[in-house]
């Protein structure tokens, strides 16, 4: 009160603080352990089931999926203590039969399609292109050859990560030094520019003060408003690079042609490659993928290196990396350049999400004119194709 009096209420007229009142999750919790919050479960996700999980001896050996069709015997498992099953006529028997709403299906569309599934024994329409030996009981996967030899010998889909290349990016063993001197060698000749601009013009600004201080005021000549400068063509640019001080870039790139294509924009969590697969089929002429983070690339992420997985009938694709830090945008371009297929690198500069823009990268890259600068001149060094 504004007196500093007292005033009694009674509790039954006392309404109940929404903050202190008991969820059903929060009285469980304290039925469990009172206050303790590691026993609680929170987040959107708290009724979640458990995930699935199968017991391997209802499963084959993975020894015994794929079998070529011309083995001479079954393949032997190299584990003694392996867990999966190794009988194939015993898995045949309690296969599943197909699922729901598949009983019309005639064949195994992979098979059709490509010559060969890959999932053999397993594939639900295993009795298109498996053959059980009567003699030895082996389960044959078929192939044919034709299909085979007409697609080619290139997989599906490219740009995976490998074994090899992870190990080395966890540990820390690919050597950067070369594009770390690229980097660096663009900041200094641009710190060099800024200067040699900044001392021409305090230069004229004092020859000019000098000049209006000993000639006659009246008559001194008006100087005319200086012309915009003009905007640098692409093959200006390109001439320009040809005079590199660190003589890595080539000669001449191989050049795209844009006209008349429709160009399906990278689309984060929706343009996955079987969303692009499916867009080339109705008419997308140029495919990007996701946004892909440079910095987990560079740590081996492979999540991250899932999303610049190009597949075979992307036939002009490009990959679109994410950073705000020049040296590390160049260490992402010089492995986009030696183990990722694409045609060519998008930077992006529109990302508003709040933890991208506010780390410097994606719409917040834009006004930062310096590292932009940097990085587009030292990603377009490196990427020599």
């Known amino acids: 009160m504004s007196g500093g009096e007292d005033v009694l209420v009674k509790e039954e007229f006392l309404l109940p603080d929404p903050r202190r009142s008991s969820s059903p999750s929060s009285s469980s919790a304290a039925g469990d352990g ?24 209802s499963r084959l050996c993975p020894v015994l999926v794929d079998v070529p069709e011309g083995a001479a015997g079954a393949p032997q498992c190299h ?25 019309a299906v005639d064949g195994c569309h992979v ?23 009567e003699e030895d009981g082996v389960a044959r996967n078929v192939v044919d050859g034709e299909k085979v030899e007409a697609r080619g010998e290139a997989p599906e889909e490219a740009n995976h990560l490998g074994k090899e290349l992870q ?13 770390d001197e690229i980097v660096n060698a663009i900041y200094e000749r641009r710190q060099k520019e800024r200067e040699d601009d900044r001392d021409k013009e305090v230069e004229e600004n004092g020859n000019g003060e000098e000049g209006a ?24 640019v390109e001439e320009e690079a040809k005079g590199d001080p660190d003589g890595r870039r080539p000669q001449a790139k191989a050049t795209i042609d844009w006209s008349d294509k429709l160009y399906l924009a990278p689309l984060t969590t929706v343009g996955n490659l079987p969303f692009r697969r499916v867009c080339k089929r109705l008419g997308a002429d140029v495919t ?53 297929d694409c ?4 930077v992006n500069l529109g990302c508003p999400i709040d933890l991208v823009y506010k780390k410097g990268m994606g719409s917040g890259l834009m ?6 600068e940097v990085m587009i001149r030292s990603m377009s060094v490196i990427l020599t194709r």
Do not use: I
């Open 34 to 57: 009172g206050d303790n919050k590691k026993g609680r479960r929170r987040g959107r996700n708290k009724d979640r089931p458990p995930p699935v999980k199968f017991a391997r001896s």
């Open 79 to 103: 584990f003694p203590n392996c867990a999966f099953q190794h009988d194939v006529g015993k898995y045949l028997e309690g296969k599943p039969r197909r699922p729901e709403g598949l009983e």
């Open 111 to 133: 098979f059709r399609a490509l010559g060969k599934c890959p999932r053999g024994v397993t594939c639900v329409f295993s009795d298109d292109h498996v053959v059980v030996g």
């Open 167 to 179: 190990g080395r990016l966890w540990k820390k063993k690919v050597d950067f030094s070369e594009v």
């Open 213 to 236: 201080a000993h000639g006659d005021a009246a008559q001194a000549e008006v100087k005319p408003e200086q012309p915009p400068p003009p905007k640098v063509s692409k093959v200006e």
């Open 288 to 340: 990007c993928g996701e946004m892909a983070m440079g910095l987990q690339l560079l740590q081996g992420h492979k999540p991250e290196w899932a999303l610049v997985q190009r597949h075979r009938s992307e036939d002009l694709f490009g990959v679109q990396l994410c950073g705000g830090n020049p040296h590390q945008m160049a260490r992402a371009a010089r492995l986009v350049e030696d183990h990722v």
């Open 343 to 346: 045609d060519f690198v998008d």
């Open 367 to 372: 006004v930062r004119r310096k590292p932009l």
